[in-house]
């Protein structure tokens, strides 16, 4: 259907624009009046009126269609016959036979019926899909057309609808957020009609398995999450303690000592280290970093989960040095030359210098890059889906097995999602809690940066 | 005054002061050198784990190619020697590897070798279909546990039960090596074949393509869109209130995690457009939004970069603003747009969690053809793998990161080389 749909609407447009332009060629011959704008403008003009319709009709049909076919298909099914079935697994089922006969085998009379008017509807769907939008394309040139006289400035009009397309590619970045709100909202709405909200942010067990018969021993699933937040926090504290250190004493060496030379190589080099996948990160954790933790816990005495919070946190805080170092490396570099100067002149050392005035001088910015590091690290997905541990556990020990909201949110969305059971909609909930939380944490950090930077400028 | 500051006291506080300098800076090379130490530790782990999966263990068998057992004639048809026996043959193949096996051994010996040596043997014949009636000597794919064994990924000087070859099969090992009838082959289904639940069988041609189809996605979604976006953000927008908000709104989403962005695609993409789930389509809209600031920062950069001169004089020559923009200005930004989108098409590459929301995360056995169907991607075939408990998918595991490096390697000379190429310096 994609394909299809796609080649006709190319040539549609296409032929759209041959019209048109010898339209106009011809009208203003005949006329004998000179065009208002050039002949391609009138083109285009023709090409938009073919274009948009059909592009209306397509993501209307692609939104709609499933639902409508789903409503068409269960108001002719005798539910009476058979009470207990679900609508929505009844419809897959339906949809499974329909596609294949090897589902077929050993259905029930009414299923197999059902699955054939599904059948049937499907494929009257798809041919009025691609008539439907042929005619739209047609009315959409017809329409169009009346306007291809010299007269008609249709250099104007273009310009105005690229105009409207620029503003509309911008809103994507405000589609894009809107989306995310939505759908992290409305799940999340469905989720706390189940669970409250209290116990979501302030319950201490975390038990997201709701039993399958009734009266199932252990039976109420519970979703508090605070040992998932303090997961989190506490894999995202070792990663800051190996990161910030080790980030700032390199921007600092990059920026105030190192020769010209030296950061030529170093710092495509830290960019590397930056473009590192994090899945690739997160296979270091587990085959070298995470044994390593092992051994260290046991020769100290410890006994290391092979899924500690230490390794995932080690790990997580290598990827987030070059992230540090590199915003740490512009925002000392933006300390103006005359403080370095003068704090010099007076003769302090350069480590004084730096210490005293360019590290005081730079503090906002560095915050900010702590910060957004911060955010990072909590928002870090593979690396701690490798290596951290899936099981909630409320401890401040990091050798002991953490779990994370990222790695919470991965695992109720793998395998089967049923989107009534507050299993998988505690993963839009966590989501939400972790949208909220980076959200103000990026704000605050790049408005601090970007006030910094006002300061300097 | 001049008691306090003492000759040699100023120059033992000047010894304190430059010690402190030099400590300080040694702190800023050591986390220096820290940095460089883990990413060559990286890379080295790395390579020495993923280098031996581009070989694979072959085992040198006698395949006698009967038709009696084939069940064919010498001049079958090609549709006949398709459909003939050629497991049969295998198995007598098998059973004959060694001398002497008893039933059980032979069961043993099975478990040698990789699962669709049929196949092989199938294709080989295949080829030279005038080998009927003859004894070929084969090599054929050995079974992973046999391969990590040569390759010494695997310890024998263990407990029998902790082994993947029990002490007979180890037997059959070591009268293969003896015989020189296991011998190291360029693995090729690393590259030809997709995923598997055979380590010896599984390869990146299935992921590699669904990757190829989810970045052509991004491309095609998120450069024109990010070109339009810059355009308008530097040359139309007025300053309002709906422009901030814009600004705002990019500086974000640079920074929400990827996998917030999974979950978009899962609740507005899938649940509300029904869009096909674990496809390229879904994935590569997923990742456009994604690389959407970074294309965008990119290409305002390159449109601030081009001197108002040029936009004047187009002007100034009867363009309108349309024209001036579209003709002279974008043109010249291109370079530096194109430069920023394969950094930001890079970035995609390597991005995981996303994918894993929207379901690539599902097995599939073959190659994908199209941009709407079910296929995997580059990372999350190497996530799959690391997950896998098989010993064989850890080399795999570390060769397809060796080869997801080289791609990323690639993209960013590509990058550096469009701009030191076409970048100008006005």
Redesign the interface.
């Known amino acids: 259907m994609f394909y299809w749909s796609l080649i006709i609407i190319l040539l549609g447009i296409y032929s759209a624009y041959i019209f048109g332009k010898s339209r106009i060629t011809s009208n203003s011959r005949q006329l004998e009046i000179k065009t208002a704008s050039l002949p391609t403008y009138y083109a285009q003009y023709i090409m938009v009126w073919c274009l948009l319709p059909a592009l209306i009709v397509y993501f209307g049909w692609i939104i709609f269609e499933d639902q409508i076919i789903q409503n068409l298909v269960l108001a002719n099914f005798d539910f009476d016959l058979n009470p207990a079935l679900n609508a929505s697994l009844l419809i897959a089922e339906i949809k499974n036979v329909a596609l294949s006969d090897s589902f077929a085998e050993g259905k029930a009379i009414e299923i197999l019926n059902a699955a054939e008017h599904y059948a049937s509807i499907k494929y009257v769907s798809s041919i009025s899909f691609y008539l439907s939008i042929l005619i739209v394309m047609i009315l959409g040139v017809m329409f169009a057309s009346r306007k291809l006289q010299p007269s008609f400035r249709a250099q104007q009009s273009i310009e105005n609808y690229v105009k409207y397309f620029l503003f509309f590619c911008s809103s994507v970045a405000v589609l894009t957020t809107v989306g995310i709100v939505f759908s992290l909202l409305f799940e999340s709405l469905r989720f706390f009609s189940d669970v409250s909200v209290f116990e979501f942010l302030f319950g201490t067990k975390w038990y997201p398995y709701i039993p399958i018969r009734e009266g199932q021993s252990g039976s109420q699933g519970s979703f508090g999450a605070v040992p998932i937040f303090a997961g989190t926090f506490l894999i995202m504290i070792v990663a800051m303690c190996v990161a910030t250190p080790i980030g700032l004493f390199t921007a600092i060496y990059l920026a105030e000592y190192a020769s010209p030379r030296v950061r030529r190589i170093i710092k495509p080099l830290l960019e590397i280290l930056a473009g590192v996948p994090t899945i690739v990160y997160g296979f270091f954790a587990f085959v070298t970093v995470a044994p390593f933790v092992k051994t260290f816990g046991q020769s100290i005495g410890i006994d290391a989960s092979p899924t500690s919070a230490l390794a995932a946190g080690l790990v997580m805080g290598i990827m987030i040095i070059p992230f540090i170092s590199s915003l740490s490396d512009d925002v000392i570099n933006s300390v103006p030359q005359s403080l370095r100067e003068g704090s010099l002149g007076i003769g302090a050392n350069k480590a004084e210098t730096i210490k005293r005035v360019i590290l005081p001088a730079a503090l906002p910015g560095i915050v900010g890059a702590f910060l957004l590091g911060v955010s990072r690290a909590i928002g870090e997905t593979m690396i701690v889906v490798v290596a951290a541990g899936t099981a909630p556990n409320l401890t401040a020990n990091p050798f002991e097995n953490v779990t994370t909201v990222t790695v919470q949110i991965v695992i109720a969305l793998i395998g089967d999602q049923e989107f009534d059971d507050p299993r998988t909609l505690s993963a839009f909930a966590l989501g939400l809690v972790l949208f909220v939380i980076t959200l103000i944490l990026n704000i605050f950090a790049l408005r601090i940066v970007k006030k910094y930077r006002e300061r300097y400028e | 005054m001049s008691n306090q500051f003492s000759h040699e006291k100023i120059i033992q506080l000047r010894k304190k002061?430059?010690a402190?300098?030099r400590?300080?800076?040694t702190?800023?090379?050591?986390?220096?050198v820290?940095?460089?130490a883990?990413?060559f530790f990286?890379l080295f782990?790395?390579f020495s784990?993923g280098y031996s999966s581009f070989q694979k263990t072959v085992i040198e068998l006698d395949v006698t190619f009967d038709q009696e057992t084939l069940k064919i004639t010498p001049n079958a048809t090609y549709e006949e020697q398709v459909e003939a026996k050629f497991f049969k043959v295998k198995k007598n193949a098998i059973a004959n590897a060694l001398p002497d096996l008893s039933k059980k051994d032979i069961k043993l010996m099975k478990k040698m070798f990789s699962i669709n040596v049929d196949k092989e043997i199938k294709e080989y014949f295949l080829q030279n279909p005038n080998i009927l009636n003859t004894t070929q000597k084969l090599l054929v794919t050995a079974h992973s546990d046999v391969d990590q064994m040569l390759k010494g990924n695997a310890k024998r000087d263990i407990e029998e039960k902790k082994r993947k070859l029990n002490d007979r099969q180890l037997e059959f090992f070591d009268e293969f090596v003896f015989t020189g009838r296991l011998k190291s082959k360029f693995n090729n289904f690393f590259f030809t074949n997709a995923d598997s639940r055979h380590p010896e069988l599984a390869g990146i041609a299935g992921s590699f393509v669904g990757s190829l189809f989810t970045l052509i996605t991004v491309f095609l979604l998120a450069f024109?869109?990010?070109?339009?976006?810059s355009?308008?953000?530097e040359e139309?927008?007025p300053k309002n209130k709906f422009t901030e908000?814009?600004e705002?709104?990019?500086?974000?989403?640079a920074?929400?995690?990827?996998?917030?962005?999974g979950?978009?695609g899962?609740?507005?993409l899938l649940?509300?457009?029904?869009?096909p789930r674990s496809t390229p389509?879904v994935g590569g809209t997923v990742l456009a939004?994604m690389t959407?600031?970074t294309i965008?920062i990119a290409c305002r950069a390159s449109l601030k970069a081009v001197p108002p001169s040029i936009k004047e004089g187009a002007l100034a020559m009867g363009a309108?603003?349309?024209q001036a923009v579209f003709h002279h200005q974008v043109p010249l930004a291109l370079p530096g747009t194109l430069t920023g989108t394969i950094i930001g098409l890079?970035?995609a590459?390597?991005?995981?969690?996303p994918l894993?929301?929207i379901g690539m995360?599902a097995f599939i056995p073959n190659i994908p053809t199209?941009?709407?169907e079910p296929s995997a991607a580059l990372?999350v075939q190497?996530?799959l793998w690391?997950?896998s408990a098989e010993r064989g998918f850890?080399e795999k595991?570390?060769a397809a990161?060796m080869m997801?490096?080289i791609f990323?390697f690639l993209m960013?000379a590509i990058a550096v080389f469009l701009r030191s190429r076409f970048e100008r310096k006005w």
Do not use: C, H, W
């Not at chain 2, 024109?224 to 976006?229: D, S, T």
């Not at chain 2, 705002?248 to 989403?253: F, R, Y």
């Not at chain 2, 649940?271 to 869009?275: D, I, K, S, W």
């Open positions: 002061r430059s402190a300098d400590r300080f800076k702190y800023g090379l050591i986390a220096t820290i940095g460089m883990i990413l990286l782990t790395i784990k024109p869109i990010g070109i339009g976006a355009i308008y953000l139309f927008a908000l814009i705002v709104n990019i500086a974000n989403l920074a929400v995690p990827s996998i917030v962005f979950l978009l899962l609740g507005i649940n509300v457009f029904g869009f389509l939004l959407l600031p965008i309108s603003k349309m890079a970035q590459l390597g991005e995981t969690a894993i929301m995360i199209g941009f709407t990372p190497i996530y690391v997950e850890q595991t570390a990161i997801i490096l990323l960013n």
